[in-house]
């Protein structure tokens, strides 16, 4: 189905950054690298989120982790260009973001696909607006089949599993081949093991796009089976309102990554010590790990 036979009210209801285009914007293909000046937020007075400096390199996973309330999906939201009021900079490949930045596409942890539309035509959303049908089909059978859907196509999202429901939503944002992929917490509301499948899938694409990733996350093992480096938003050693880069650190790892490794259980500890939680020793997080890779329920997740 072509992008043309897809209302803005669709659209709209869709919740993706690109879904306000105009018809003549173009695809984004390939990576693109991202860079924050200064970047900060006030919300009725009180500062949520300052200083942030860091460059996201093209092609690269990386991961935002902090406490609730810090200012990690604030900073999705900047890049997204869906933010426009804070301070500092923002810019992708050099330029400055644009308010709903064509070149980024979004993710959030509720699918939001429209119920009376079908898997296919839920993925075609996400194309640029103008596109020729036949290459819209054609667009959308690939994505289909790259996050294992093809053959569930034609159902509604009520005929699907949660985990099924986010695997479109995570096509119909790649659709418009994004140089930056947002992704607000896509996983969190899947259960356990359903969201260990996903975030293998994510690698999959990833390898398979190479599209730059922003993943806001409150899983540490997530965060460390899925990044390059990891973004840890909170106190930064001053005494001044809100949260700041607290600690920037670089997975060395290779992938596939071993979930029970000892060097990954390490870093598990620094971060949670980071967050706030004090007390949990490698051997601790190396078992609560295999815990919870061999735990959970079983199957894709409940029926929405």
């Not at 810090?70 to 869906?82: E, H, I, P, Q």
């Not at 390059?228 to 670089?250: C, F, K």
Request: net charge negative; with cysteine; proline share 4%.
């Amino acid at each position: 189905m072509g992008s043309s036979t897809l209302t803005y009210t669709d659209r709209a209801a869709a919740g993706s950054a690109a879904d306000f285009s105009d018809d003549s914007t173009p695809e984004t293909s390939g990576s693109l690298g991202v860079t924050l000046r200064g970047l900060g937020r006030r919300f009725d007075g009180r500062t949520v989120l300052r200083d942030v400096d860091v460059d996201i390199r093209p092609g690269e996973i990386l991961a935002v982790l902090g406490a609730s309330g810090c200012g990690k999906s604030t900073l999705l939201r900047a890049v997204a260009g869906l933010d426009t009021g804070f301070t500092g900079q923002a810019q992708i490949a050099g330029q400055a973001v644009s308010r709903y930045d064509e070149r980024t596409a979004v993710g959030f942890q509720e699918p939001r696909l429209l119920p009376w539309r079908t898997v296919r035509a839920n993925v075609a959303l996400g194309l640029p607006r103008g596109t020729p049908k036949a290459q819209g089909r054609e667009r959308v059978d690939e994505l289909l089949r790259l996050v294992g859907l093809a053959e569930r196509a034609d159902l509604r999202p009520r005929e699907i599993s949660g985990g099924m429901a986010q695997r479109a939503s995570l096509a119909r944002a790649l659709a418009r081949r994004p140089g930056v992929l947002l992704l607000d917490e896509p996983f969190g509301a899947l259960d356990a093991l359903t969201r260990l499948k996903m975030q293998d899938l994510l690698l999959d694409i990833h390898a398979e796009t190479g599209t730059t990733v922003l993943l806001v996350t409150h899983d540490v093992d997530e965060a460390l089976h899925l990044a390059d480096r990891i973004l840890l938003l909170g106190a930064d050693g001053t005494d001044r309102e809100g949260a700041g880069v607290a600690q920037l650190l670089e997975i060395t790892n290779p992938r596939p990554r071993d979930r029970g490794s000892a060097h990954l259980a390490a870093l598990r500890g620094a971060l949670l010590e980071g967050l706030g939680v004090e007390g949990t020793t490698a051997a601790d997080t190396t078992a609560e790990t295999a815990a919870e890779t061999t735990g959970g329920a079983t199957g894709e997740g409940a029926h929405r």
